[in-house]
């Protein structure tokens, strides 16, 4: 997964009032823990909590090679967001939206093997390239909390803008970003003193953030305009923002690649990693509520179908749907399955 925001809590409410779907996860019906095998290569992983109205507690996993569901892993009440741990062992981060905790779960054993407390409704969370620090976004308490994953312990927080939906770091890890819904601002944290920057104007409803793997470029999504902004690094000096043809709902890419992909409405669309410049949508028959992007030319839909669309990026096309049993609120792609 790419340094971004995993959750985006402020526009998945208003998602739900168009939709009409608080949170609706449930058990992963139909789910085999035999049907995804230890020679799996990729798994997805989505987190089945998208409200409050009816609130899920599992994360799903799927086999991408076949599409085979898995024994779904239970973290807690409304898990908001996924961010994978570099390093072997890649473990998988959760926030537990109701509980206000950080979860791991290994990714080898398929079970919780850490919690810690954060602030108050954690709805995002980012990794340092050295795996060594996880970054939360605390809607709730309008602060970002710092949390060392040797112990998994909480070292700081810092105070950010009101409602932070989104973090990513930048680069080799020196600097993270912080997207502030009700702001419609970008806080930049120095991350050797975690201490937060001037705020940057980014346009109203701040609700996705994607830092290119060359560090040169951020692209922060506009839920209530419909648009991407770019954002120069290290200057954080914004670009106009560029229109998308609907309300955004995450982004996500491949270090290397030179296009990010966007979800919204019912199709998922690529745009130019360093000018927001969109090409043209892809429709995958459901409302899109996140993106997860996978090596190779595929990328992951959560829909508020309750499904996982995987999409063939060369050819424009779906793949295959998935039903995961609950509402996926992010997803993320890792080459290592959960076993039971």
């Known amino acids: 997964m790419s340094r971004r925001a995993t959750g985006r809590a402020t526009g998945r409410r208003l998602r739900a009032a168009v939709f009409g779907i608080g949170v609706g996860a449930v058990g992963l019906a139909g789910c085999s823990s035999a049907s995804i095998t230890p020679d799996s290569t990729t798994v ?31 973290v807690g009440t409304l898990p908001a967001a996924l961010a994978l741990v570099p390093g072997a062992a890649q473990e998988l981060l959760v926030t537990v939206k109701a509980q206000n905790e950080l ?23 980012a990794v340092t390239p050295d795996g060594a620090t996880a970054l939360v976004a605390d809607f709730g308490d309008n602060t970002v909390t710092a949390v060392r994953l040797s112990d998994f312990t909480v070292t700081g927080t810092v105070a950010v803008g009101h409602q932070p939906v989104a973090v990513a770091v930048v680069g080799r890890g020196s600097l993270a970003l912080v997207a502030n819904f009700q702001d419609g601002t970008l806080t930049p944290i120095t991350l050797a003193a975690l201490t937060a920057g001037p ?12 830092v290119t793997g ?4 951020a692209l922060v999504t506009g839920f209530q305009t419909s648009t991407v902004t770019p954002v120069a690094l290290p ?14 709902t995450g982004i996500d890419g491949q270090a290397r690649s030179p296009v990010a992909w ?20 892809i429709a995958v028959g459901a409302p899109a509520q996140c993106v997860a992007s996978a090596p190779g030319a ?27 049993g609950g509402l996926p609120a992010a997803a993320v792609v890792a080459p290592r399955i959960l076993r039971s």
């Open 262 to 281: 966007v979800s919204g409405g019912d199709t998922v669309t690529p745009v130019v990693a360093s000018t927001g410049r969109p090409g043209a949508p």
């Open 298 to 324: 595929v990328v992951w839909v959560c829909t508020g179908n309750g499904t996982l669309v995987e999409v063939d990026t060369a050819r424009g096309r779906v793949v295959r749907t998935v039903t995961v």
């Open 44 to 74: 997805v992983y989505a987190a089945l909590g998208a409200g409050v109205a009816n609130p899920g507690s599992t994360v799903a996993t799927v086999d991408a090679r076949t599409g085979a569901t898995g024994r779904p892993v239970t």
């Open 214 to 217: 060359d560090g040169a470029t």
């Open 103 to 125: 979860v791991e779960v290994s990714t080898s054993t398929g079970r919780v093997t850490h919690r810690v407390t954060v602030g108050l409704e954690p709805d995002a969370v």
């Open 235 to 248: 200057s954080l000096v914004p670009a106009p923002a560029v229109a998308l043809g609907a309300n955004p």
């Open 199 to 210: 705020p940057v104007p980014v346009g109203p409803s701040p609700n996705g953030l994607y």
